[in-house]
């Protein structure tokens, strides 16, 4: 599966570039992300790189396929 560079930058990052991540990205769009909710967003960000690391590993090998239909 081909990567672009926004998202091979996002799942390079550790766990403790997270904060920085989050708070660097929060500025780009002009966001405030509330003082309460920081611990939480910083955390489902390191859950969504740790998933997609995952999704992206596990297609790899399926690099230039079509994309199929869902089927539930």
Avoid at 3 to 18: N, S
Avoid at 42 to 65: I, K, P, S, Y
């Amino acid at each position: 599966m081909a990567i672009d560079a926004a998202l091979k930058a996002f799942l390079d990052l550790t766990d403790g570039d997270v904060a920085a991540y989050a708070d660097g990205r929060a500025a780009e769009i002009g966001l405030t992300l509330p003082e309460p909710t920081l611990a939480a967003v910083r955390e489902n960000l390191a859950l969504l790189r740790t998933q997609t690391a995952l999704f992206v590993a596990a297609l790899d090998g399926r690099a230039g396929e079509p994309a199929g239909t869902f089927q539930p």
